[in-house]
């Protein structure tokens, strides 16, 4: 079982995380919590996975690969649209979900042990249809409205495998931005 705690720590790293790595520096974002996924229309999601020995986090970015979504995601590589090609411009999608999640997975280890990350996977979003099939204790869905962007949907589900409780705390909130560490 998922305390409501722990529910709202993994929204809150989740959304720190998303603001980090899916808004530039100089645009405002609101992130709004939808109620259901019956507003999310794309046709395409990137899913990730963060996991531990206690529970799995899958997080799928939602995305319709068209103009307007593809000029947002290469601005954030500092390219357009124009430079790169179609498989070009999905994968700068997938990776800022994986800046995400790396953020999100640096942020969890504060918590717990042991916590490993998935590549990037882009599926059809008709596979979300079988995500009850896991018996997630905890789903989220979060639409993010960037200023000069089209409106972004993100869900969050965790599966559950013993009893989750933590809280955020202040200390835990990442300033980093996901950077690669040397040893």
Not at 53 to 64: A, Q
Not at 99 to 115: E, S, V
């Amino acid at each position: 079982m998922i305390s409501s705690a722990a529910k709202e720590g993994f929204d809150l790293l989740l959304t720190q995380a998303l603001k980090g790595s899916m808004v530039p520096d100089d645009c405002n974002c609101d992130i709004v919590t939808l109620a259901d996924d019956n507003e999310i229309r794309a046709s395409k999601m990137t899913v990730l996975t963060v996991s531990s020995y206690l529970f799995r986090i899958i997080v799928m970015f939602h995305f319709t690969p068209d103009a307007e979504t593809f000029a947002y995601f290469t601005g954030l590589n500092n390219a357009s649209v124009g430079e790169m090609s179609e498989q070009e411009c999905i994968d700068a999608i997938a990776e800022r979900g994986n800046l995400c999640c790396g953020m999100l997975n640096r942020d969890l280890a504060a918590y717990f042990p042991h916590i490993g990350m998935s590549t990037p996977n882009v599926i059809d979003r008709h596979c979300a249809a079988y995500l009850q099939m896991l018996n997630c204790g905890h789903t989220q869905h979060f639409a993010l409205d960037i200023e000069r962007a089209p409106r972004l949907h993100v869900s969050l589900c965790v599966s559950d495998y013993a009893d989750i409780d933590f809280t955020v705390s202040p200390e835990a909130m990442g300033s980093g931005t996901g950077e690669l560490e040397l040893f």
